[in-house]
């Protein structure tokens, strides 16, 4: 099949499907543009995407376009409304549904970072710092050099995980400066925790949020890396649409715990992320059990099976479940990831799986 025909094919297979509202195809409403198809298969085109689509409709015309014959890879570039200030109650720098720019490229400091994931959660308290935490000291040890970004402002415990309490240091001449950023573990380390005094309280609003993502992006000396974690904060507010209008990230991770209040919240997260053109490498599934140390019998604290079917349901990668481990938590409270302190327990087993999952699904996404 030539190029030619590769491309009438796909335009065809996105002229299949129906707008729900405007009552015309994706391609008769404009919503597909600039397509090409090149002779290795690779498609590309602009998709259009309003304020008002449903949040599922990028994914339909992507997985129409990847189910025609002769494909290899599509590539799809989101445009959307720039953003605008909300109304009423005079707050500044809101933003109206649907109306989040796409992602600029990566700031001149992190141009020798390979790839950027963050690992994220739709609710706190179900274990997000943690998987952030041991999937970046589990990439460490895989022997590539590795950059923790704690973006977590309003409760930013990765220096408590990796055993860190000193305050970075600042190198260079005077209006050139950069933040040296800590290490522990293999893991190059930046917060706003080596920032504040012990138990200092994170009181900031929006645009302050937005100022210090900006100063931990482009002023820390990350040097050169082949991955960046970034522990996002739970949630869908300032911090996380102040981080992927930032950079292109590669994937994000979803973190959640069995029961359905934890992966009801994770949807509207998946949602933010497909809305910004941000890829879902999978969903990880925390505290999936617990393993009774009198009789080794599996309880289920939360639930059970929660994640998966969530991944399931959304058509997303299971990047694996991990249990409810008493050695999770000494390993968090000593400042030694599970993966470091207890490589052969079951949760540290568990989240290097999880590693390898993300790796694999990062492999097939480039």
């Known amino acids: ?15 299949k499907i129906k707008h729900p ?8 409403s404009g919503q597909v543009q600039n397509l090409t198809a090149e002779d290795s298969g690779v498609v590309r085109f602009q998709f259009i995407l309003g304020g008002d689509d449903p949040s599922d409709l990028l994914k339909q015309a992507r997985a129409a376009a990847e189910g025609v014959e002769g494909v290899s ?26 109306s989040v720019p796409a ?13 950027i994931i963050a690992v994220s959660s739709g609710k706190g308290g179900v274990g997000k710092s943690m998987v952030a935490a041991n999937l970046a000291a589990a990439f460490a040890q895989s022997g590539r050099s590795v ?25 260079g001449d005077k209006g050139q400066e950069l933040i040296e950023p800590l290490e522990s573990h293999g893991v190059k380390l930046m917060s706003l ?8 309280p ?37 911090a996380q649409l102040s981080l992927v209008q930032t950079i292109d990230l590669d994937g994000a991770v979803m973190v959640t715990t069995p029961q359905e209040v934890s992966t009801g919240d994770v949807r509207r997260g998946v949602k933010m992320f497909e809305r910004v053109n941000t890829r879902v490498l999978g969903v990880v599934e925390n505290m999936s059990g617990m393993a009774c140390p009198h009789c080794d019998e599996i309880v289920d604290v939360f639930g059970s099976g929660g994640g998966e079917s969530l991944a399931k349901e959304m058509k997303l990668a299971f990047l694996g479940r991990v249990p409810l481990d008493p050695a999770v938590r000494k390993a968090g409270d000593e400042g030694v990831p599970t993966v470091v302190s207890a490589p052969d327990s079951g949760a540290a087993a568990a989240l290097i799986a999880v590693m390898k999952a993300v790796e694999e699904r990062l492999a097939v996404l480039v």
């Open 73 to 98: 890879e599509v590539k799809v570039n989101v445009q959307l409304p720039q953003m605008t200030p909300s109304g009423g109650g005079g707050r500044q720098g809101g933003l109206q549904p649907g």
């Open 202 to 238: 994170a009181i900031m609003r929006g645009p302050l949020i937005s100022g210090i993502l900006k100063q931990f992006l482009e002023q820390v000396d990350w040097g050169d890396l082949d991955m960046m974690v970034v522990d996002m904060p739970p949630g869908t507010g300032d």
């Open 103 to 115: 992602p600029t490229p990566r700031p001149g400091v992190l141009t020798g970072v390979r790839q």
């Open 21 to 28: 509202t405007k009552e015309r195809d994706l391609v008769a």
């Open 1 to 15: 099949m030539t190029a030619d025909e590769l491309r009438r094919s796909v335009m065809a297979a996105l002229a």
């Open 147 to 171: 950059g923790l970004l704690d973006a977590d402002i309003y409760g930013p415990n990765i220096p408590l995980m990796f055993g860190v309490q000193r305050r970075p240091s600042v190198t």
């Open 193 to 200: 925790g080596f920032l504040l005094d012990k138990e200092q």
